[in-house]
């Protein structure tokens, strides 16, 4: 990204995530009398969870009709990335490339579901006979009595250099071009920033516990995000990463490589066998 800056690229860049907002979402203090009579009263428990999906940049702040939001399924809430697959994704990262107006830079993480690769290559805990299929329909020769881990070498001789993502394939041919973001380095994304504003706010605003409500309270409150919103947060993460990418050049400058050369023969304790020798 900070290339990109530097190089004064002209495209807009977008920034995608998702998030969750559960049902009992709530600010951490609020008031109630002491005999718990009056003020607010708060559902033990989280409730219900909404999954939130959604795209912007500083241009144009929240793409127009690029916003998901859908009721998490019954099963593991602790984590919501699992209730958002490989196909969901793909069905609403296709839409917002739909809805972009202009050619852009897209910056997103590595998320499994945004990890998709053009040719998904047998792994090692594959079975044979899928092993055996994907090597017919790449027109290579085997015998049926290699064993697995032959089977996996000749799919090693077929591995790219290069991964190639699906989603990154899919903009490319739109026009577009796909930015990863570093592992764990969420705070170069500043629709982490706007999701902590809508969250604020729902909390602030949550005065029902309803999943209905709350839903609605997250369209009205997405909505109400400006596109000044956007630039402050883009530029607060402009600035992180400026500053970590000075960091890393000095780091290289300073941490020059250290080589050394052993000769045959040489070893640490050859002069102290000499300083022996001498005494």
């Not at 044979?128 to 032959?150: C, G, H, P, R, Y």
């Not at 050049?249 to 300083?275: N, Y």
Request: glycine share 4%.
């Amino acid at each position: 990204m900070c290339t990109l800056r530097k190089n004064n690229d002209p495209r807009p860049v977008v920034y995608l995530d998702e998030t969750w907002v559960n049902q009992n979402h709530s600010r951490s203090h609020i008031w109630q009398n002491e005999e718990n009579t009056e003020g607010f009263k708060v559902p033990t428990g989280k409730g219900g969870r909404l999954i939130d999906c959604h795209a912007g940049s500083k241009s144009h702040g929240f793409i127009e009709g690029a916003k998901m939001i859908f009721r998490s399924k019954s099963g593991n809430i602790r984590d919501y990335h699992s209730q958002i697959n490989a196909e969901v994704f793909r069905s609403w990262f296709i839409e917002m490339l739909q809805s972009l107006e202009e050619v852009c830079v897209i910056v997103m993480d590595n998320a499994v579901y945004h990890s998709m690769l053009v040719d998904n290559f047998p792994k090692s805990n594959a079975r044979k006979s899928d092993i055996q299929e994907w090597l017919t329909k790449k027109n290579i020769n085997f015998s049926s009595l290699e064993t697995v881990a032959e089977l996996l070498e000749r799919v090693k001789l077929l591995l790219p250099t290069q991964e190639k993502y699906e989603l990154d394939e899919l903009a490319l041919k739109m026009g577009h071009e796909v930015v990863r973001l570093p592992p764990y380095h969420c705070q170069y994304n500043p629709i982490e920033m706007i999701w902590a504003q809508v969250k604020r706010q729902v909390a602030t605003k949550n005065t029902t516990f309803k999943i209905a409500d709350v839903e609605k309270l997250i369209h009205e409150v997405i909505d109400s995000v400006t596109k000044e919103d956007w630039i402050n947060c883009v530029r607060h993460t402009e600035k992180i990463q400026e500053e970590d990418y000075k960091k890393e050049i000095h780091r290289e400058v300073i941490l020059e490589p250290i080589i050394l050369t052993i000769l045959p023969g040489e070893s640490s304790t050859d002069e102290d066998d000499d300083d022996e020798d001498e005494l």
